[in-house]
């Protein structure tokens, strides 16, 4: 079956090219929908794995997916990931390009792999949960910005957040190691991307069955200037030199980033925090992170 959110960035122009193309790739659809509510989509989703879909493409961004994967951990379906939204992290990991016919392609070529999927207290999530200055960018991500920006809307969207940064105190318990600092943004990946391209590990896999944190501490705190108009400086000084490195990966190595990898890890902040994950609010802090190692099947590139 294929099923595409319309209210993705570039969903209702998509649908008609994803059905020709896999069609013409010889792809059989039993039913299509184009669908532009939440709710509806998961009623779909629910119904068809009730009815015995074994193959569901999905149209649509990060939090689409996102939010179906819920429905489909523990059955024997095959996801086929057609990427229409601004930041399309999952498809980025996986190597699938953004370009529609190329991705049904990779679906009608037929190779699937298993990948591994975030736990946040249960809640699935594929690409990264965050804490700090990337949950107040998703919160003004806007379907409207979205729409107007483009891929601009997360810069545009980080430039407007700037002013209000705070500091806050992170107590990690990963594995067998625990940790305390004071951060502007944490980042806790299952995926290698995050933020529309942002790297969260230049190691990181989809199935290496880890979980990939970095933390952006903050220089305010270390020198006891946090709340002062030089200490709000600093801080965001810090975060427009690590941000120059996100897309390469190179901001593992610099001396502001705290980074660590865990099969599980549990979360506690003061003051307390809201967690965005994929896009999509999902609680505050404390918070339990885990992975489901190889729990999604997906159509993917066949290795080279």
Request: hydrophobic residues 45%.
């Amino acid at each position: 079956m294929l099923v595409v959110n319309t209210r993705s960035r570039s969903g209702r122009e998509a649908f008609d090219t994803a059905r020709a193309t896999l069609a013409a790739r010889g792809v059989p659809l039993a039913e299509c929908y184009a669908l532009s509510r939440s709710e509806r989509l998961q009623h779909v989703l629910e119904r068809m794995t009730e009815l015995g879909a074994r193959r569901i493409l999905l149209g649509g961004g990060d939090g689409t997916l996102s939010c179906a994967v819920a429905r489909l951990l523990g059955r024997d379906v095959t996801l086929g990931v057609l990427p229409l939204g601004t930041g399309n992290d999952f498809a980025r990991s996986l190597g699938i390009p953004p370009d529609v016919e190329a991705a049904c392609g990779i679906i009608a070529d037929g190779y699937t792999a298993r990948v591994d999927v975030g736990l946040a207290n249960g809640r699935p999530f594929l690409n990264a949960a965050s804490l700090g200055l990337a949950t107040a960018i998703a919160k003004r991500l806007t379907k409207r910005l979205k729409q107007r920006a483009g891929k601009l809307a997360y810069p545009v969207a980080a430039a407007a957040e700037m002013k209000d940064l705070q500091p806050f105190h992170v107590r990690l318990k990963a594995d067998d190691q625990e940790l305390e600092l004071d951060a502007l943004q944490l980042v806790v990946g299952n995926g290698r991307y995050h933020g529309a391209g942002n790297v969260v590990s230049p190691d990181a896999q989809l199935d290496d069955r880890r979980l990939h944190v970095y933390a952006i501490t903050a220089p305010s705190a270390a020198t006891g200037s946090e709340g002062t108009g030089l200490g709000h400086l600093r801080d965001v000084a810090t975060l427009a030199r690590v941000a120059l490195s996100l897309r390469s990966g190179e901001h593992v190595e610099h001396p502001a980033v705290t980074t660590l990898r865990a099969a599980r890890l549990f979360v506690e902040t003061d003051p307390v925090q809201e967690v965005n994950a994929d896009g999509e609010l999902i609680g505050r802090t404390p918070m339990r992170f885990e992975v489901a190692p190889a729990a999604l099947r997906v159509y993917a590139p066949a290795p080279s």
